[in-house]
């Protein structure tokens, strides 16, 4: 009987032949049948793809940012990332953002996710990511809601800040993962969007008085839960004493605050590294301090309960948004696309598989 060992050729072999993924595009309409009504499992997805990242069981460089000299306000963003655990796949999100598209009445952000098979490298799905980025940012949202009001009084009056899609899929997640509110603030630069959120609002049920604020302070100090869902460029909230009620702040744009609120608060961040940079405000407030001890931890602290949130402070949750996240939800959906057997496979798209011809 040979006790011979391997050899590292031999080990470096795969148990199971490799061979090209076929290729397939999933389009919006198969993205959202997948995901609507499924909040909750999407939540538990998005905190156990945290819980990887901050394990280390994934890469995530910094994202790319696209910009133009002769279109200043627009820019399209590319977000590499790989993640491993069970979901074991690379890939990229190429989303743009023109908001100029508003006024022509087309949505401002539009997107494509690329999977890369794990073990080959190939692409093996193109899919409509919009939905995608706008559900796993909801998702971190409504995880971080949750999670950082363990240990205070749970909100009940909640305010918008910024009504557009993101809002929309935002207060999705909240009534889908049970979130309910006595008062439901909004408050937008453009009035004909706080009416449409208001009638999306009273069209999807929700309970509780919906109030349409004039100005900022108005929604901002007669609210517990705050969301800022803009898409403002550099801080254009700058009173310190609007937050002296020491409300959670969803801060998923980025930009709102001014470096003395978020001095002002105690900040939890998704990532440090991604989100001290690009001119949001955690980032402001760097460069103000020359220091980053203003943070107090990363949501995956919260989770595994390594940071401690007191309660005498404003709380501001800054998640810059991380590409594992897209490929986590982007993968679900492709696995529900492929277990219905619906998937759309374009044959043949990779055509040269002979080395030699």
């Known amino acids: 009987m040979s006790t011979a060992r391997p050899t590292a050729r031999e080990s470096a072999m795969p148990s199971e032949p490799i061979s090209v993924p076929p290729f397939a595009v999933i389009p919006g309409a198969q993205v959202q049948q997948v995901l609507r009504g499924r909040e909750k499992q999407v939540v538990e997805l998005v905190e156990e793809t945290y819980r990887l990242h901050g394990a280390g069981d994934s890469v995530n460089p910094p994202s790319y940012f696209l910009r133009f000299p002769d279109r200043p306000s627009s820019r399209i963003i590319a977000l590499p990332a790989s ?71 749970r909100p009940t009056r909640v305010g918008f800040f910024g009504t557009g899609l993101i809002a929309r899929y935002i207060h999705t997640f909240l009534a889908g993962t049970g979130w309910s509110f006595d008062e439901i603030g909004v408050h937008d630069l453009s009035p004909d969007s706080a009416a449409g959120f208001r009638g999306y609002l009273e069209q999807s049920g929700a309970p509780g008085r919906i109030t349409v604020h004039d100005g900022a302070e108005q929604l901002i100090r007669s609210s517990d839960l705050v969301v800022f869902a803009t898409i403002a460029g550099q801080p254009h909230v700058h009173d310190v004493s609007w937050f002296q009620h020491n409300p959670l702040v969803l801060h998923v744009s980025l930009r709102d605050l001014a470096p003395e609120i978020v001095l002002a608060s105690t900040n939890i961040v998704d990532d440090v590294e991604h989100c001290l940079q690009a001119d949001t405000s955690p980032h402001l407030a760097e460069q103000r301090t020359g220091a980053r001890d203003f943070l107090n931890g990363t949501l995956d602290d919260v989770l595994a309960g390594r940071v401690r949130l007191p309660d005498d402070r404003p709380l501001v949750f800054s998640p810059f948004g991380l590409g594992v996240l897209d490929l986590a939800v982007g993968k679900y959906v492709y696995d529900e696309v492929a277990r219905s057997g619906r998937l759309h496979v374009v044959e043949d798209f990779f055509h040269e598989l002979r080395r030699y011809g």
């Open 83 to 153: 993640i491993g655990g069970q979901v074991r796949v690379d890939g990229l999100k190429w989303i743009s953002s023109f908001p100029g598209n508003v006024a022509a009445g087309i949505p401002r952000a539009s997107a494509v996710l690329i999977l890369n098979d794990h073990d080959t490298g190939y692409p093996f799905a193109c899919l409509e990511s919009s939905i995608i980025s706008a559900t796993r940012t909801a998702a971190s949202a409504a995880l971080a809601a949750d999670a950082l009001s363990r240990h205070r009084q």
